[in-house]
Nanobody, 121 residues
Framework: QLQLVESGGGLVQPGGSLRLSCAAS????????IGWFRQAPGKEREGILC????????HYADSLKGRFIGSRDNAKNTVYLQMNSLKPEDTAVYYC??????????????WGPGTQVTVSS
C-alpha cells in the first residue's frame, strides 16, 4: 500500500523559501497524481496544487499560484513543493496525498503525517 511522508518543513523568515518533499514507499508514484495541502491553526485544510502522472499541474488555490511550484521525480519516487516569497500566513502543517487524478478523491490511507512550516521573523 502506498505510504507518503513529508519532509523539509521548518522555521523560515518572511520572504524566504523552502522546498518540501513527499517521499513514497510501498508502491510506485507512477500510478498516482499527488496533491499538496495545508492546514493552518484554527482553519480547515486547503488544497494547494496537484501534480498529475503526466507532470501537469492543477492549482487548487489561485492565490498561491506563482509562489508555490510543484514537481515530481518518479525515479526517486518523490514529489516536491517549492515555496517562495513565504509569508507569515503560509504558516501551516503541509501534507501530501495520493489521487488517481487531480481534483479526484484522495486515496484512503494515503495522507502523510505532515510537516510543519512556520514563517516568522
Amino acid at each position: 500500500q502506498l505510504q507518503l511522508v513529508e519532509s523539509g518543513g521548518g522555521l523560515v523568515q518572511p520572504g524566504g523559501s523552502l522546498r518540501l518533499s513527499c517521499a513514497a514507499s510501498g508502491s510506485t508514484l507512477d500510478y498516482y497524481a499527488i496533491g499538496w495541502f495545508r492546514q493552518a491553526p484554527g482553519k480547515e485544510r486547503e488544497g494547494i496544487l496537484c501534480i498529475s502522472r503526466s507532470v501537469g499541474i492543477t492549482h487548487y488555490a489561485d492565490s498561491l499560484k506563482g509562489r508555490f511550484i510543484g514537481s515530481r521525480d518518479n525515479a526517486k519516487n518523490t514529489v516536491y513543493l517549492q515555496m517562495n516569497s513565504l509569508k507569515p500566513e503560509d504558516t501551516a502543517v503541509y501534507y501530501c496525498a495520493a489521487q488517481f487524478y487531480c481534483s479526484g478523491p484522495i486515496q484512503p490511507g494515503s495522507w502523510g503525517p505532515g510537516t510543519q512550516v512556520t514563517v516568522s521573523s
